[in-house]
């Protein structure tokens, strides 16, 4: 069977990677994963966090739940956090990024506010989930994306379907 690569999309809430993992999904055929929803579907917690009112991932089991797909190849994954996913797992990450100003928006449309929101806008600020990403991945396949306006969302896209087709070129 044809060999195809694992696609990490990562970066704080509301950078883009839903957005951006559906129409790469529908573009290249490959399967897209969202680790939040999967959780929700399998209750893969492991308790509640009540500073931030929301349950704690149960991280081990969703890595279990993931290894058999993952290793067959295909898949792109979306989460706001890296450093748990084995290593070996992917073939590419992205780190989409997002001007504060615009994620502030977008955060409050999505109805965070509080210190929900300010904490995650320190989180883009601060780069912590590229910080994660650059530790946990060999550095040569970590990628930022802007990720500000529909036409960035347009160039990610042909950046990541021509880096696709070269990755099944050289591996099949
Ligand atoms: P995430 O999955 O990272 O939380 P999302 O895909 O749900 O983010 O996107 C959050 C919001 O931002 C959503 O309303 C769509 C919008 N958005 C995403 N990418 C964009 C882009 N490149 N330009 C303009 N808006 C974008």
């Known amino acids: 069977m044809e060999k195809r ?3 990490l999309l990562t970066g704080t809430p509301g950078v883009g990677k839903t957005t951006l993992g559906k129409e790469l999904a529908g573009r290249t055929g490959l399967t897209y994963i969202n680790v939040g929803e999967l ?5 893969l ?4 966090d009540e500073e931030y009112s929301c ?3 149960d991280e081990d089991r969703v890595v279990d739940e993931l290894d058999d797909k993952m290793n067959e190849g295909g898949i792109i994954v979306d989460y706001h956090g890296c450093d748990f996913f084995p290593e070996r797992w992917f073939h590419i ?3 989409l990024r997002t001007d504060n100003s615009i994620l502030y928006d977008r955060l409050e449309k999505r109805s965070y506010s509080g210190k929900k929101l300010q904490d995650n806008i320190q989180c883009e600020i601060f780069q912590t989930i590229y910080e994660e990403a650059m530790e946990s991945y ?3 396949i970590v990628h930022q994306l802007p990720s500000n306006m529909p036409e960035d969302l347009e160039m990610n896209l042909e950046q990541i379907m ?9 591996n099949n």
Request: net charge negative.
């Open 162 to 170: 021509q880096w696709v087709e070269q990755w099944m070129k050289d």
């Open 138 to 140: 060999h550095k040569e």
């Open 93 to 95: 990450v992205f780190v």
């Open 55 to 57: 349950p704690i991932l």
């Open 39 to 43: 959780a929700k579907e399998g209750n």
């Open 5 to 7: 690569p694992n696609v």
């Open 45 to 48: 917690y492991e308790g509640y």
